[in-house]
């Protein structure tokens, strides 16, 4: 299927949830490579308390998903449902191996 203008700003405003079902926020802007005529990334606009906006602070901030995250697209995008991993304590607990 050809990629055209009226396919690409479809994409804009629609719901962006991740691969469990998370709400992560509405789709703000694309990036595109006119050279290869691929879609590089989606920027989303994260919502107040949704998991992106969790993720990147709790402040409404675009943040910008490689479009390799992308799963589906349709009537909303789905993303891969990524986490980060939490830093581990340099303390040893007693007992603890």
Do not use: C
């Amino acid at each position: 299927m050809a990629i055209t203008v009226k396919n690409i700003s479809e994409l804009f405003g629609k719901d962006v949830f991740t691969s469990r079902g998370v709400y992560a926020g509405k789709v703000a802007d694309i990036e595109i490579s006119l050279s290869k005529f691929r879609i590089n990334s989606v920027v989303v606009e994260t919502a107040k308390g949704s998991f992106l906006s969790n993720m990147v602070g709790g402040s409404k901030r675009g943040v910008i998903v490689p479009y390799t995250l992308v799963d589906n697209v349709g009537d909303v995008v789905i993303i891969k449902h990524i986490t980060i991993p939490q830093p581990q304590s340099d303390k040893i607990e007693a007992g603890e191996f």
